[in-house]
T-cell receptor, first 114, second 111 residues
Framework: NAGVTQTPKFRILKIGQSMTLQCTQD?????MYWYRQDPGMGLKLIYYSVGAGITDKGEVPNGYNVSRSTTEDFPLRLELAAPSQTSVYFCASSYSTDSNYGYTFGSGTRLTVV | LAKTTQPVSMDSYEGQEVNITCSHNNIATNDYITWYQQFPSQGPRFIIQ???TKVTNEVASLFIPADRKSSTLSLPRVSLSDTAVYYCLVGESGGSYIPTFGRGTSLIVHP
């Protein structure tokens, strides 16, 4: 029972480079989320998806893009990486947006932009 | 969404009971209270949820007074492995609810 799997776990990018953070869940959850967490801070929502083909912006979407072609996968794309995007990125999924249901998080991707 | 307020940090010692209180003065009738735990270098994980009175599971207890304007997460006899950040979330049942995580409460358990 893998839950939510994120790859890679660590990555160093140079300014201006691009990359895709991968997120896969095997729980058949419709809802998936991307958060970023800066040191000593809470999690900020970047993008979320309520099902395949449907995505929406969260609190801090600038500099990122997402797609949701399947229920299982929700990749996060960084274009033209900037030092301000140095952070830990967490992917999460849930059965619904009803707060009765818990949210399952991946173990995170630690990204450094130099 | 109901705004929550919780202490930034707490310290405790092994074997003690720890109580972390969260204020949510504008909680709505349909809102549930959920607590998450985050260990260093890991994503948050769900630990307990409640609507009113008391809820207990194998990890923690959650106390919610009748006015529901606050809630208290209780961790019995903490150990070093309970050192983590604890987040209090308030969200609507049956609604379109996207969880937002503030800074949480950083609990440090000392030997």
């Amino acid at each position: 029972n893998a839950g939510v799997t994120q790859t890679p776990k660590f990555r160093i990018l140079k300014i201006g480079q691009s990359m895709t953070l991968q997120c896969t869940q095997d729980m058949n959850h419709n809802y998936m989320y991307w958060y970023r967490q800066d040191p000593g801070m809470g999690l900020k929502l970047i993008y979320y998806s309520v099902g395949a083909g449907i995505t929406d912006k969260g609190e801090v979407p600038n500099g990122y893009n997402v797609s949701r072609s399947t229920t299982e996968d929700f990749p996060l794309r960084l274009e033209l990486a900037a030092p301000s995007q140095t952070s830990v990125y967490f992917c999460a999924s849930s059965y619904s947006t009803d707060s009765n249901y818990g949210y399952t998080f991946g173990s995170g991707t630690r990204l450094t932009v130099v | 969404l109901a705004k929550t307020t919780q202490p930034v940090s707490m310290d405790s010692y092994e074997g003690q009971e720890v109580n972390i209180t969260c204020s949510h003065n504008n909680i709505a009738t349909n809102d549930y209270i959920t607590w998450y735990q985050q260990f260093p270098s890991q994503g948050p994980r769900f630990i307990i949820q409640g609507y009113k009175t008391k809820v207990t599971n194998e990890v923690a207890s959650l106390f919610i007074p009748a006015d529901r304007k606050s809630s208290t997460l209780s961790l019995p006899r903490v150990s070093l492995s309970d050192t983590a950040v604890y987040y209090c979330l308030v969200g609507e049942s049956g609604g379109s609810y996207i969880p937002t995580f503030g800074r949480g409460t950083s609990l440090i358990v000392h030997p």
